[in-house]
């Protein structure tokens, strides 16, 4: 009989442990996750050299100015998501356009990037941002 008792009495199970693992691998995992997601916009600094176009001395660059509150496309507000039909509309036939970015000192990084991001998708598009 006391072989039987002795079989059937287990030690019992610590979960401390187990919490304390499931603690660390969700630390662990919640660290090193992403919750953001970043993209890349290429910048380019300005190159001297010739002209490739005859009459690119010719050509008229949209004026783009850019606040915290307000986007004006040579002086007509807009708003982000209209931007690329304006500049579409403003470049008629010309194959490649310039286009100057002018600044506020109250605009955000974050207001810029978002603007060169749907700037980045018209092609032909040669961006300009002033200080």
């Known amino acids: 009989m006391s072989l039987r008792t002795a079989q059937t009495r287990r030690k019992a199970i610590s979960m401390t442990s187990l919490i304390d693992v499931i603690f660390l691998l969700l630390l ?16 380019f600094g300005a190159q001297a050299g010739s002209k490739s176009r005859k009459n690119q001395s ?49 605009v955000t990084a974050q207001r810029l990037v978002d603007t060169l991001v749907v700037l980045a998708t018209l092609t032909d598009l040669n961006v300009i941002v002033l200080e």
């Open 58 to 106: 010719e050509d008229v660059p949209i004026f783009l100015q850019l606040t915290q509150d307000a986007l004006r496309l040579n002086g007509q507000e807009f708003n982000l998501s209209r931007l690329p039909a304006g500049i579409t509309s403003l470049r008629g036939l010309d194959v490649q356009t310039v286009l100057v970015s002018a600044t506020s000192d109250t």
């Open 28 to 43: 662990f995992f919640m660290l090193s996750s992403t919750f953001t997601q970043f993209s890349e916009i290429q910048l």
